[in-house]
């Protein structure tokens, strides 16, 4: 089973998208500043996650989340809406 996950950030008021198989083990590295894109902006949340039967899938739906560049669409899917 694979996750792909949305984390926001209060202190900077940012978004976050990535995929993997152990949603709270990958929020605990993002949290404890071992990945360099989500360093400067911890802690972070989960806002909304969906999962996926293989890894192929939920990286697609990652990538495709992040050409969106939308913040309005992620936060309509944080909104109940994915």
């Given at each position: 089973?694979?996750?792909?996950?949305?984390?926001?950030?209060?202190?900077?008021?940012?978004?976050?998208?990535?995929?993997?198989?152990?949603?709270?083990?990958?929020?605990?590295?993002?949290?404890?500043?071992?990945?360099?894109a989500?360093?400067?902006?911890?802690?972070?949340l989960?806002?909304?996650?969906?999962?996926?039967?293989?890894?192929?899938e939920?990286?697609?739906?990652?990538?495709?989340?992040?050409?969106?560049?939308?913040?309005?669409?992620?936060?309509?899917?944080?909104?109940?809406?994915?």
């Amino acid at each position: 089973m694979y996750f792909t996950y949305i984390l926001y950030s209060e202190k900077c008021d940012r978004y976050y998208i990535g995929y993997c198989s152990d949603v709270l083990k990958r929020l605990e590295r993002h949290n404890a500043g071992m990945v360099t894109a989500t360093r400067n902006c911890r802690p972070y949340l989960i806002k909304a996650t969906k999962n996926f039967s293989t890894e192929l899938e939920a990286r697609k739906q990652e990538l495709r989340l992040k050409k969106q560049k939308s913040r309005k669409y992620l936060e309509w899917l944080v909104a109940g809406n994915w």
